[in-house]
């Protein structure tokens, strides 16, 4: 397997394992400023991006990209707030810089996907 194929997977996971966390849990988006139904578009999202990287990985890649880097945006604006981030389900946890850090894992991961 190679490390783009690797990744490609491993991305696909965590996007899988963070919708199914949404669809569970059912975060309250209205905290975090978004339309209640929001939950269940991004977990939408997310189960679309985690097929794309496991049907093709080079595009996959590339749209979780750009998906990652709305959703980091997003969490670098709320760490530090003390308010929630929906991250893999949860809003009453605070964004902390711990959450930026596995971001730039991810993102590091998805450029791995899309261009290796």
Known sequence: MSLATAAAVALAVTFAASAV??????P???ELGLPRWSGAALAA???ALAALLLLAP???GIASLAVLSGFTTFLARRVGTGRGCA???STA????WWHL???AVLLLLAGLAGFG
């Open 58 to 60: 080079s595009a996959g």
């Open 21 to 26: 966390a949404k669809l569970w849990r059912r």
């Open 93 to 96: 946890a605070p964004a902390r």
């Open 45 to 47: 999202l997310e189960l």
């Open 28 to 30: 309250d988006m209205a």
């Open 87 to 89: 991250c893999f389900g």
């Open 101 to 103: 850090a596995r971001n």
